[in-house]
Each structure stands twice: as structure tokens, then as C-alpha cells.
């Protein structure tokens, strides 16, 4: 039965029902957290061969002969290169390897477009600068945004991507520069961009001529089924319209080996890298060359990588569940949230219907379970109808997430019920 | 006797013979690189063991049991931030860990000053932003300023460190905002700021209340002989003024470890510390512990560093003394040249003093040998008397620095004798 459909009398009675579950958690003193997209353990346990790849003289030259462990190839090494192209499907030429942060190379990227412009005048020279955020979202996107002073457009994303029409009625404004986009397994939602969407994406033509899309695409394999969701490729989708340049993407493996240990990159029309090789050029000699050789060696081709990103899922799949499943059991007949049931990626989001997501942040907090900072999910940290809650289920261990996902249930329903009586 | 007081039927003879040899020499197809500081494979092949510090899953924890392959710490682990306040005389509070390198450190943090500012309004935002150049001096750091349209000022860099009278007087230019230093055998003239010239830096008191010296102490522990250059600690010296905000240092491992592999650090006050912390945040999530830890398992500590130092030197320092005794045998008697005899770091900074450095560098290429590009030592590649030259003796083998060495004296010869007559 749902709360909304409950007399007061019997909220009442569950509320104290719920209130003593409540104070006997409390008294567990747990402290668990699901607040950060961060891989368990046992999953950086399946890339520990990577720190085994280069130990000996020989192993430090690429396969083209160059040692790895001196100055030089600014752009990465050709077999580190090649993967990222294939991952990406584009070309080696338009991939620029990176080093252990994709974050770091946007945070770079944005700081070049103010600082130095994306073929015209630098942003900061500019009159404003808007940025279109899809929302919910990434709260690091935000957050290189709000250290510039980029002016922040939130815009719903919806169940197969952006919202085309809004998107195309706030580009006339040529103050909006940009966009940041998750396009597959989005962080939160967990969805994917539909190929429509995408090719909208491409056909888009913003007033501002040093538009930019940042396409960060963390997610591009990292599937939990067997048959997962499909993206299609933007710099395909770009041709027809001859909209190369307007997008910028980004990946690493942060997820994939090591967070904070692994390898990013960049990939780009010919305009963008020349761009971006002109200041990285200045900015650095070059990025750590012995990360990328080992990479590439434990990853010799893509399939290397499927069959590695498969023993990923079959870690953290049985965790998205036991979230799922509580939800089920525990919401869905009361009708108290939405939440998403993503093929992929790192976060579920949820949605309540009748609390303040705010207070259910307190609640749990309260019980010693740390959720990603409410709010954190849209510009400025500011969820209009507060509401979402983000849930990133791989860092506890199976026994933690279950608990933890009680709490969490039982918080929402407490929750609810203050706000309904 | 000296070029200048031979007749010209002399030189001319002179001239003949040097060029049949010239001739000779360019038969012999030679492709040799003197051009940038970068270590031979020997000199690597001293830090392979780094790379075996961190094979198995107990590898992987810092000191306080951080996993160094997960998100995390910011600043650096506890055991790398140690290290190199130990390196720098400084307190493990004042330093943050960077990627691999201290190059990309600086650009960002003069980007930062930019975009962001140093306290007061950006940079990029005031009327004029300049820069002082200590010249001879590194031509990545003229190219960040080159790159941001920073307006360099070139100031003649005495033996003992820079001419303080100059610097003084550019000071009272409230749009002069900083200096770059490379203070302890400064590339490329190897020479070492004395403890009188770090004072006097120190109490400066600069029209801008936003100065900044970049002071890049690239070459700290990076002696040649067993009685080294002392440079006076820049942060002990400026607490007698309390201008520790004035200077922010870099130093990194890519000279000690793997140029490119090695890790890198800044040096600040507090305050500075907290403003560039206030960047990072933002910029990444965390720079690669799994380098941080290799290398601080590597070097427990300074003894340690020290002693691989030791190693460093008794293979570079012969490759010093071969392009010193060319110099001495070939140039000295004819005084063609001034050259510097230097300590510790990676340069020799040689000044021709009858003819054009560039037709030297012409000549050299012309046999082969690959010089740094001449010019390059001075801001916008403008060597105003066209008379320095940077060598960089520890790349070639033993047997191709004498060929090399012998082949620049030559060419100074010849491009001293169609200077005179």
C-alpha cells in the first residue's frame, strides 16, 4: 500500500514501528559508504599483473624501440595509443594519451578554452560564459565549471539522453560554449545516449562558433550484462554535419586497472589536438610513458580488455543488485521513489517522491551510512525539488552494501512519513 | 696564440686545414645529440629497482595503510611528502606530490595565477603582466610565458646569482608579477645563487603584492663532486622578511629516477599551499601514489637518495670533464670562448666571443651534431649577442661526447676565422 494512501493513525503507528528499527541500528555504530564511485578491493586485485609488466631493461621500450623510461613522445606511445583508438573507435592520430587523470585533462582543457581560447577569443575575454549541464549529473563537471565562474544552465536529462529541444533553444545565446556530457551509463542515471540522440547531438549548431561538448565517456565499457547498451560513435555521427570539432572526448582507466593509477586520454578532430598539442607542448615533456608500457602490455588489444572489464562485472553486478532488490522489496509497493536500472557504469540514482532527499542524506548519516553528499548531482549543489540521491554500490563489500541499503530504505521511509504526517 | 692576433694570411692557412678536416668529418656521417638535458640509458638503468618495489597486493599500502591503488590523498602519500620536505628543508605540511612532471607543475601553477590569480585579480586580468628572465636561463620557462603573452625581461645572470640592483628597480613596476630561478646550478650556466644573493632575494619587496618567483630548484641534490654547491634554504631566508609567499618551488626525481617516470613536488607556504590546494581539488582527484610509493619505498630517505646520487655522478661527471678538457685543449689557448666549469646539474653554458653562435650551430648540424637550438637560452629565442651556447654532455656515449666535442671547437673555429677576416 502506498504511504499516500495511508490514514495518519497508521503512518503513526509505522513511524514508531520504524523509529525502533531505527534506534537499534544506531546502536550498531556502522559506518559504511556508498558515496563515491571507487572499485572494491578485490577489483584492483584483478590488475595487479599491470605492476608486474615492466620490471627488467628490456621490458621499457615500445614496440617501436623507444625507452620509455627518458623524455620524449609527447602524445603517448603508439601501442597505448592504438588501444584507445580502438576503444574509442577513432583513429591514433586524433588520440592524445594523458596521464593517470581524465579529470585532469578536462580541468586542462577548460583552462586552455579560458585562458587561450577554442579558435577565437579566450572564454574568460568574453563577455559570460554558460555552460549547458545535464542534470542529474557529474558534481566534478560542475565543479571545474563553478571554479571559473562558468555560468551553469541545468537542463533534465531524460531516459535516452539530453533533452535536444531545450538544448537547441539555449545554443542561440552565443554566451552558451559548452556542454558536459556522460553519454553512456551516465553518472547518475546509468543510461545511455540513443543513436537519435547522439546524431541530434552532432547535427546541433550553437551560435557560439568555439562550442564545446565535453564527451566524457568514463563509462564506455564498463557493462554488468551480457548485452550491453550501445553508443554510438560521436565523430561518426559528426561527418554528416561536419561538427568534428564541436566535441572533445575523454576516458581513461581509471575504472578499468587503477583510480588514480591508470592511464587517461583524449580524442579529437585534427583541429582539437593541433589545438591542445600546442599548449600541452608548453604545459609539460611528456606524461609517464612507463604507465602507459604496462598498460599496454597487459591490454594488448581490446579484447584483453573486454574479457578483463567481464571479471569487473561479475564483481560488482551481484552489488547493483542487492540495491535493486532492496528498492523493490522495500519501496516500490509504498510507491516512495523512481530509481534507475542501469546495464552498466558505477551509480544507480533515486529519486524520492515524498521526503526531502536532504534529510534523508541526514538520516543515514545519522546511522553511520554516507551516501554522495546530497545535492551533489546538480550545479552549485542545488537539487531544485530536492530529490535525487546518488547510490555508488561497489565500494562496500556484498555484507556492508546490504546493510547499508537497508538503512538507506528504512531512512526514506522515516523520511516520508515525517513529511506525509 | 689568439685568433685576434694572427694576420689574416694565418687564418686564412688556419682556415684551410681546419676545413679539410671539417670535410673529413662530414664524410663520416655522424649523428650525435648535445641538445637537452636528458640521462643515458646507463644513468636509468640505476633506478630499475624502483620498478620492482610494487608487484603484490602488500605492496600497495602507504605507511598508514592507504591503498595506493584506489582514489585518495590529494596532496601525496605521508612517506613521498616526507621525502622531499626532507630534500627541500621544509615541513611535510608545505609540500603537495605532484604527477611525473615539476614542468607541467609550473605551467599550472602559472595558469592558475592567470586565470584565478595570486591572491588578488587574476593575472590575465591586469592591464600587463612581466615577467623577469634571468639569462642565460630555461627555455620551458620562457616558453610558458611566451605561451600566456607574459612580457619577459631578460636580466643578466651574474656568476653568484641574479643582479639584484636590476631586479630591484624592475620591482617598482607593479605589472612585473614574477621571476623564474633555477637557483641551484642553473640551467644552463650551472652556476648556484650564493647565501648572499638568496637574502637579498629574499627581502624583496616588489610594487606588486602578487609577485612570484618560480623557484625551480630542479637540480637540489644534483652534484657532481664530493664538495657540492650549499644553496642557502629560500624559506629560511624569507622568514627575516615574511615574504614566503613571494616563492613557490619545484624540484622533482626526473634527473634522479626516470625523466618523464619520476615524481614531482611544489614547496609553499601555507598560504600558497592553500590556494594552489584550492586548484588541485578541482583539477584532479588525485595524482598516481602507486609512483609516489615506488619511489619512497626506493628511497626510505635522504641517505638514500644521496648515495644514488653518488652514482648519478661518477657516470655524468666524466662526460663533463671530456667536453671541459675539449674546451681547454681547443679553445683556451685561441680565446675563443668563456665557458662555465660547473658542479653539479646537467649544462655547460659555453659563450663564443668572435663569431655567431647560430653559424656554430649551423656548422655543427651541417656535420651531424645536434647542439640546443641556438638562441634558445634567451627569452623569444633571442640571444641579443648571438654568443651562448647550451651543452648538454650526458646523453651521448663517452666515445660520442669526444667526437661531439671535438667537432664543436672545431666549428667555433671556423666560424671565429669567417667571423675576422
Known amino acids: 500500500m502506498q504511504f499516500t494512501a495511508m490514514g495518519r493513525d497508521e503512518l503513526v503507528d509505522l513511524y514508531n514501528s520504524l523509529k525502533a528499527e531505527y534506534e537499534q541500528i544506531k546502536s550498531e555504530n556502522l559506518c559504511l559508504d556508498m558515496s563515491r564511485g571507487k572499485p572494491a578491493a578485490d577489483q584492483l586485485d584483478l590488475s595487479m599483473d599491470i605492476l608486474k609488466q615492466i620490471i627488467g631493461v628490456y621490458d621499457c621500450k615500445t614496440e617501436n624501440g623507444f625507452d620509455c623510461r627518458n623524455y620524449g613522445l609527447l602524445d603517448g606511445i603508439p601501442e597505448c595509443k592504438r588501444l584507445f583508438a580502438d576503444m574509442l573507435e577513432v583513429e591514433p592520430k ?27 577569443m579566450p572564454w574568460g575575454k568574453q563577455s559570460a560564459v554558460k555552460f549547458i549541464c545535464n542534470v542529474p549529473g557529474y558534481d566534478r563537471h560542475f565543479a571545474i565549471c ?16 539530453p533533452d535536444i529541444d531545450k538544448i537547441t533553444e539555449l545554443i542561440k545565446d552565443p554566451t552558451v560554449k559548452g556542454m558536459f556530457c556522460v553519454p553512456k551509463y551516465s553518472n547518475p542515471t546509468g543510461i545511455t545516449y540513443s543513436d537519435e540522440k547522439v546524431r541530434a547531438l552532432a547535427a546541433l549548431k550553437p551560435s557560439a562558433k568555439d562550442f564545446r561538448v565535453i564527451w566524457d565517456n568514463a563509462y564506455a565499457i564498463h557493462d554488468l550484462y551480457s548485452e550491453p547498451d550501445r553508443l554510438l560513435n560521436i565523430f561518426e555521427a559528426c561527418k554528416e554535419f561536419g561538427t568534428e570539432d564541436n566535441f572533445v572526448e575523454f576516458t581513461s582507466t581509471a575504472k578499468i586497472s587503477f583510480p588514480g593509477g591508470g592511464v587517461s586520454c583524449i580524442a579529437a578532430s585534427d583541429n582539437n589536438i593541433r589545438m591542445i598539442m600546442s599548449r600541452l607542448k608548453t604545459q609539460t615533456i611528456c606524461y609517464d610513458k612507463l604507465n602507459q608500457l604496462r598498460h599496454a602490455k597487459f591490454f594488448p588489444d581490446m579484447d584483453a580488455v573486454k574479457l578483463h572489464m567481464k571479471k569487473h562485472a561479475a564483481i560488482i553486478r551481484p552489488k547493483f543488485e542487492i540495491v ?20 552498466g557504469g558505477y551509480f544507480i540514482s533515486l529519486d524520492v517522491k515524498h521526503c526531502s532527499a536532504k534529510r534523508v542524506g541526514e538520516l543515514c548519516k545519522s546511522l553511520g551510512v554516507t551516501l ?19 547510490i ?12 547499508a541499503s537497508e538503512v538507506l530504505c528504512l531512512c526514506i521511509k522515516l523520511a516520508s512519513i515525517e513529511n506525509l504526517v
Open 372 to 390: 554522495t553528499t546530497v545535492g551533489a548531482t546538480y550545479p552549485y549543489g542545488k537539487d531544485p525539488d530536492d530529490r535525487n540521491i546518488r
Open 94 to 120: 586524433n588520440v592524445i594519451i594523458g596521464g593517470t587523470s581524465s579529470l585532469a585533462l578536462m580541468f586542462d582543457y577548460i583552462t586552455q578554452c579560458m585562458l587561450t581560447g577554442a579558435g577565437l
Open 324 to 343: 535493486l532488490e532492496a528498492f523493490e522489496n522495500e519501496l516500490a509497493e509504498y510507491d516512495l521513489a523512481d530509481w534507475t536500472k542501469p546495464n
Open 392 to 403: 555508488a554500490p561497489t565500494f562496500p563489500t556484498v555484507s556492508e552494501l546490504k546493510k
Open 146 to 161: 563553478e571554479h571559473y565562474g562558468i555560468k551553469m544552465i541545468n537542463v533534465p536529462l531524460l531516459d535516452d539522453g
